[in-house]
């Protein structure tokens, strides 16, 4: 069964950086999609950012500009450089994989980003 590792989650101040991995144990060029979510406390999970199989990316208008979600076929790592980070950023930030056809979605066990102001 495949399984997402992320890593890299922490503490940063207002205005810093930190990136994210995603490791797949197997290649994610088997995933049609591979996305980064996040939940804050008492929020439902919302979409940060994902990339296709044919390295197609889309943000979420609140990351648009600072976060950057990449993919490395190689390593069968996804990442995700968070810049400009803000309070508002505080998470659990979660790697997915999908499979369309048949459906599948696999979520890693998530990695805490906290940001202080």
């Known amino acids: 069964q495949v399984q997402l590792v992320e890593s890299g989650g922490g503490l940063v101040q207002a205005g810093g950086s930190l990136g994210l991995s995603c490791v797949a144990s197997?290649?994610?060029?088997?995933?049609?999609?591979m996305g980064w979510y996040r939940q804050a406390p008492g929020k439902q999970r919302e979409l940060v950012a994902t990339?296709?199989?044919?390295?197609?990316?889309n943000y979420a208008d609140s990351v648009k500009g600072r976060f950057t979600i990449s993919g490395d076929n190689a390593k069968s790592t996804v990442y995700l450089q968070m810049n400009s980070l803000k309070p508002e950023d505080t998470a659990v930030y979660y790697c997915?994989?999908?499979?369309?056809?048949?459906?599948?979605?696999?979520w890693g066990q998530g990695t805490q980003v906290t940001v202080s102001s």
């Open positions: 197997r290649s994610i060029l088997s995933f049609d999609v």
């Open positions: 997915n994989g999908k499979s369309l056809s048949p459906y599948r979605s696999k």
């Open positions: 990339i296709t199989s044919g390295g197609t990316t």
